[in-house]
């Protein structure tokens, strides 16, 4: 009875510190109290604490600290989400998974969410570490219709969207590598790999991929990868709630996706950038075909093109690719 789970979760949710009577899930789910009293017992099992208190209710006070279908439904609903879940325990890609439902005709805006993927894969065909370990996999499928020339900035404007998201949602510091690494302190706390599908002149299918550590066990991780990255849990000191931070990220992506195709991108994006541009007056050694370029960055342009003032005084565009920071600005100089 998965929907009747969502509709309990939601009641818990909502009560917050205060308890829900037996009774009201009853009326409301149209079951015996014993009824809804199996149910909780079940949610139990599957890692909820539900306090029950004789003549009170019951109250939620732990959540399950890996991702829950149902309980991302039921943050999803009260936030009154328009995207359709498609949640999978294992899958070899979330983002190829989107590809296969876009093929299909499948409703848009949808996410598609793993606990794991035997495949994930990286920009520059890198593979990306995807164990069932609290991390979020996440892709998500559009259909923008748009120009191509047009969807220049739409991984720039989601990564600073999520960036925001980070900072002013959940309280943590993050800034946006360019073109659309999330880091903190240096290291990467989320990837974004975003596909497109292009028809002539449009954009036809557009999948949105973001790998974002949440309440990984770094102790898991391989080596070269825990030189290098963080987790949410890890700058918070604490673990935190998964499935409620996976829906709000649903709704900053699909806010984000929207706010992109009407144009108010354009009003906000060099804002945003301004407060979460990580490579800010580092000295950063970039590439332009087989050229390599060191240089000052100092900002993006209206393309998203990176900005390197080189020493000669001159301004060189970075289009593509990836650059890497020197740690002291003699690093990249000769
Ligand atoms: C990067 O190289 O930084 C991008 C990593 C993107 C990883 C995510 S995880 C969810 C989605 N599915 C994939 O296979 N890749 C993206």
Redesign the pocket.
């Known amino acids: 009875m998965p929907e009747t789970d969502v509709v309990i979760l939601k009641a818990l949710i909502e009560a917050r510190t205060s308890f829900v009577s037996e009774n009201t899930l009853a009326v409301e789910l149209g079951i015996s109290r014993v009824g809804v009293w199996a149910r909780l017992e079940k949610l139990r099992q599957t890692g909820f604490v539900v306090e029950a208190v004789r003549h009170r209710g019951y109250r939620l006070i732990g959540e399950p600290p890996t991702l829950n279908e149902d309980l991302i439904k039921a943050y999803l609903e009260l936030g009154r989400s328009s995207v359709g879940l498609i949640f999978r325990d294992e899958v ?5 998974e ?1 590809e296969r439902q876009l093929a299909d005709g499948h409703l848009i805006p949808f996410a598609v969410i ?1 606990r794991r ?1 035997t ?6 065909g ?1 593979p ?1 570490h ?1 164990e069932d370990d609290g ?5 998500f499928g559009f259909r923008p219709q748009m120009p191509p020339a047009q969807m220049q900035m739409i991984t720039l404007w989601m990564g600073l969207c999520i960036c925001n998201f980070i900072n002013l949602g959940l309280g943590l510091p993050a800034m946006v590598k360019w073109p ?2 999330i880091v903190s302190g240096g290291r ?1 706390l ?4 975003a596909e497109a599908r292009v028809d002539a002149d449009r954009t036809r299918d557009l999948i949105f ?4 550590n949440v309440n990984s066990h770094m102790e898991t991780w391989p080596p070269d990868m825990t030189a290098v990255a963080t987790s949410l849990a890890s700058l918070n000191k604490n673990p935190l709630k998964i499935n409620q931070v996976t829906a709000e990220l649903i709704q900053t992506v699909n806010n984000a996706y929207e706010r992109y195709i009407s144009g108010e991108y354009k009003k906000e994006i060099f804002d945003l950038w301004t407060r979460y541009d990580a490579l800010k007056g580092h000295v950063v050694k970039g590439s332009k075909g087989k050229e390599i370029i060191v240089g000052k960055a100092d900002g993006i342009d209206e393309h998203g093109n990176l900005l390197l003032l080189l020493e000669n005084g001159q301004v060189q565009k970075i289009h593509a690719g990836e650059v890497s920071i020197g740690t002291r600005p003699e690093t990249f100089a000769s």
């Open positions: 070899d890609s979330t983002n190829t989107a793993a993927q495949k994930g894969r990286g920009r520059m890198r990306w995807s991390n979020l996999y996440s892709s659309n690494d990467k989320s990837g974004i790999l991929g973001i790998g974002l």
